[in-house]
């Protein structure tokens, strides 16, 4: 792109027109205008979003920012950026434009953040979306085990299936070996028509599904059959060392803390585990986590990341954001209010003793 911005210096034209106010013109060249924008120009709109203050106007391959100079120089660097992205191939979407944007205001650069594509399947490049995502996989490259815990749509699963992948295609293990609680989440086992493995296929579904996406369809059934990949409930788990493996364990949340602990002790020489969930969304009938256990009792051991998604790295609709703020903040409300009549019932049950002893 001729005439890019560099930090802290948009060209500024002849139409400037007081000191804290920025004209500023940029010439896109060698990229498609409808990969910066996005169909219907939904990224301009996002672009937009981002500095509201700014005009934005597109007329070919030029794009116009008038506003408040600071928000200039940051529009203009943020657009400068999103064209490096779609140079190195990056499909841009909403996601891409706002973190690009967080990630400028942290001193990064975007096109380097988001750019690492993990594996290509079918055409499509599976790659981190969000600031918290590229910190999640960076931690599963540089460590034994790794906890993913955050909201739904955070792509906790999915990335660590992609390296699960990415990890047998490069040989450096013999096996995936992915894994789920077959927990009863208002429905009990029993009830359901078929055989156990019929049970059981309904809670394994997801993770095939995602192996069908990452893989040829005709090469996973092969795989399967041959152990190189295994799905399996985690009691399948129990009893088992397993060595020079990609070990994924999903919805950990509904794991109790002795599942957890047999489940982490299967850990064998040349094995990485990722273990993802949402400590938030618990089916298990007493509520007793092994996975938020977890967070406390291994927490500071070496060669143990806890990587915490937030709503920022939700890639889903952007309405699922929203919905993950709005429940953190009723549960926020929830335990604050519970926690004040906790105090009062103690607050009661003190001034009932207090008064059982004067009469005494």
């Known amino acids: ?17 007081r000191a804290d106010h920025d004209h ?18 939904r990224l301009l709109t996002t672009l937009e979003h981002q500095y509201p203050e700014v005009e934005v106007l597109v007329r070919g391959n030029r794009v116009s ?10 529009a203009g660097r943020l657009v400068d950026e999103l064209v490096e992205l779609v140079r190195k191939g990056v499909d841009l979407g909403p996601a891409e434009v706002t973190t690009s944007r967080r990630i400028l205001e942290n001193g990064g650069a975007p096109a380097e953040v988001l750019s690492q594509a993990i594996l290509t399947a079918r055409g499509k490049a599976i790659r981190p979306k969000t600031l918290g995502q590229k910190a999640y996989v960076d931690a599963i490259d540089d460590n ?8 739904a749509g955070t792509g906790k699963t999915y990335l660590a299936m992609a390296k699960a992948v990415q990890a047998l295609q490069r040989k450096e293990v013999e096996r995936i070996i ?6 009863e989440a208002g429905e009990r086992l029993g009830f359901l028509p078929g055989t156990l493995t019929d049970k059981i296929d309904p809670y394994l579904r997801p993770l095939y599904d995602a192996l069908n996406e990452m893989m040829d369809p005709e090469l996973v059934p092969k795989l399967l059959a041959s152990g190189t990949v295994e799905v399996a409930p985690l009691a399948y788990m129990r009893g088992r ?17 002795e599942q957890m602990k047999m489940f982490l002790t299967r850990l064998g020489f040349g094995t990485k585990m990722v273990v993802t969930g949402d400590v938030t969304q618990v089916d298990l009938p007493t509520a007793a986590s092994g ?28 309405l699922v954001g929203r919905i993950v703020d709005a429940y953190t903040e009723y549960d926020a409300r929830k335990q604050a209010r519970d926690h004040e009549r906790r105090e009062a019932a103690e607050f009661a049950n003190r001034a009932e003793r207090r008064k059982g002893l004067r009469k005494s």
Do not use: C, K, W, Y
């Open 291 to 318: 996975l938020r256990l977890v967070t406390r009792v291994l927490n500071g051991i070496d060669d143990i990341h806890f990587a915490t998604l937030t709503s920022d790295d939700v890639v889903r609709h952007s």
């Open 144 to 151: 034994t085990i790794t906890f993913g815990i955050g909201p």
């Open 65 to 74: 920012l008038d506003g408040p100079a600071e928000q200039v120089r940051a």
């Open 24 to 41: 500023v013109e940029l010439e896109v060249d060698g990229v498609a205008m409808v990969r910066l924008l996005g169909p219907q120009d």
């Open 241 to 257: 060392t397993l060595n020079n493996s990609f070990v994924v364990l999903d919805e950990a949340q509904n794991t109790t803390p």
């Open 1 to 17: 792109m001729p005439d890019r911005l560099e930090p802290g210096e948009p060209q500024l034209t002849s139409g400037q027109a």
């Open 178 to 183: 992915l894994s789920r609680p077959a927990i």
